[in-house]
Nanobody, 125 residues
Framework: QVQLDESGGGLMQAGGSLRLSCAAS????????MGWFRQAEGKERDFVGG????????YYADSVKGRFTISRDNAKNTLYLQMNSLKPEDTAVYYC??????????????????WGQGTQVTVSS
């Protein structure tokens, strides 16, 4: 079992920046890919970006490419999402997820085995 705990969400004005963190605990010795997803009110959960288990490869949704950056510190068992140039349409609950036994998890939520509880990000115009 892997437990994931997101933090860093909050209220920000458009154009601002936030950094989300996702701390992993439990069976963190296994190699696993990770990803960030978000879900706006009344909408489906969407892929934001993903990172390979060794941190060498990252992938982003077109909507955040060039503004968001995913990174991970395996020594600290922590995943990060740096969000710059925030827009009101970025408002959502953000979730981190872990895909065990995969180099890269992909954009399909079903590929991920463990999920955090989510953290709210609200961007005002």
């Amino acid at each position: 079992q892997v437990q994931l705990d997101e933090s860093g969400g909050g209220l920000m004005q458009a154009g601002g920046s936030l950094r989300l963190s996702c701390a992993a605990s439990g069976r963190t010795g296994n190699k696993y890919a990770m990803g960030w997803f978000r879900q706006a009110e009344g909408k489906e959960r969407d892929f934001v970006g993903g990172i390979s288990w060794n941190g060498r490869d990252t992938y982003y949704a077109d909507s955040v490419k060039g503004r968001f950056t995913i990174s991970r510190d395996n020594a600290k068992n922590t995943l990060y999402l740096q969000m710059n140039s925030l827009k009101p349409e970025d408002t959502a609950v953000y979730y981190c997820a872990a895909a065990t036994a995969r180099y890269y998890g992909g954009s399909y939520p079903g590929n991920y085995d463990y999920w955090g509880q989510g953290t709210q990000v609200t961007v005002s115009s």
